[in-house]
T-cell receptor
Framework: NAGVTQTPKFRVLKTGQSMTLLCAQD?????MYWYRQDPGMGLRLIHY???????AKGEVPDGYNVSRLKKQNFLLGLESAAPSQTSVYFC????????????FGSGTRLTVV | LAKTTQPISMDSYEGQEVNITCSHN???????ITWYQQFPSQGPRFIIQ???TKVTNEVASLFIPADRKSSTLSLPRVSLSDTAVYYC?????????????FGKGTMLLVSP
């Protein structure tokens, strides 16, 4: 029972480089989300998806792009990384009408130098 | 979008009962109240959810008064392993939580 798996767990990027964070869930959940968490802060929603082929902007979408080509995968892309994007990124998934809340991954720690 | 207010931090000792209160004065009729727990270097974990009165599971209890403008998460007999950040969220379940916001949460420190 893997739940939500995030790849990679750690990454260091140079300013201007690009990368893709992968989130995979094996619970057949319709909804998936990307959050970022900065030191001493709560989680802020970047983008989310309510189904395969759909995406929507969250609270802090600038500088990020997402894709949901398969139901089980939700990709977060950084086209040109900036130091302000240094953060811990969490992916989560849920069913549409959820009595059990979100299931979160263990996070990806990204440092942009 | 209902905003929540909760204490920044709380201290307790092992074996004590801990009650964390969350204020949500603008809660809407369709909103549910959900609490999450987050340990360092881990993603948040769902603890409990409720709409009104009292909800209890194997981990915690959630007390919601009739006016639903606040809620209290109760952790019985805490241990060192309950040291974590606790988040209170309010939102319409039918939205799939797509617009929910995690605030800064309450940092609970349990000491021996």
């Amino acid at each position: 029972n893997a739940g939500v798996t995030q790849t990679p767990k750690f990454r260091v990027l140079k300013t201007g480089q690009s990368m893709t964070l992968l989130c995979a869930q094996d619970m057949n959940h319709e909804y998936m989300y990307w959050y970022r968490q900065d030191p001493g802060m709560g989680l802020r929603l970047i983008h989310y998806s309510v189904g395969e082929g759909t995406t929507a902007k969250g609270e802090v979408p600038d500088g990020y792009n997402v894709s949901r080509l398969k139901k089980q995968n939700f990709l977060l892309g950084l086209e040109s990384a900036a130091p302000s994007q240094t953060s811990v990124y969490f992916c989560a998934s849920s069913i549409p009408i959820t009595r059990d809340g979100y299931t979160f991954g263990s996070g990806t720690r990204l440092t942009v130098v | 979008l209902a905003k929540t207010t909760q204490p920044i931090s709380m201290d307790s000792y092992e074996g004590q009962e801990v009650n964390i209160t969350c204020s949500h004065n603008n809660i809407a009729t369709n909103d549910y109240i959900t609490w999450y727990q987050q340990f360092p270097s881990q993603g948040p974990r769902f603890i409990i959810q409720g709409y009104k009165t009292k909800v209890t599971n194997e981990v915690a209890s959630l007390f919601i008064p009739a006016d639903r403008k606040s809620s209290t998460l109760s952790l019985p007999r805490v241990s060192l392993s309950d040291t974590a950040v606790y988040y209170c969220l309010v939102g319409d379940m039918n939205s799939g939580y797509s617009t929910l916001t995690f605030g800064k949460g309450t940092m609970l420190l349990v000491s021996p």
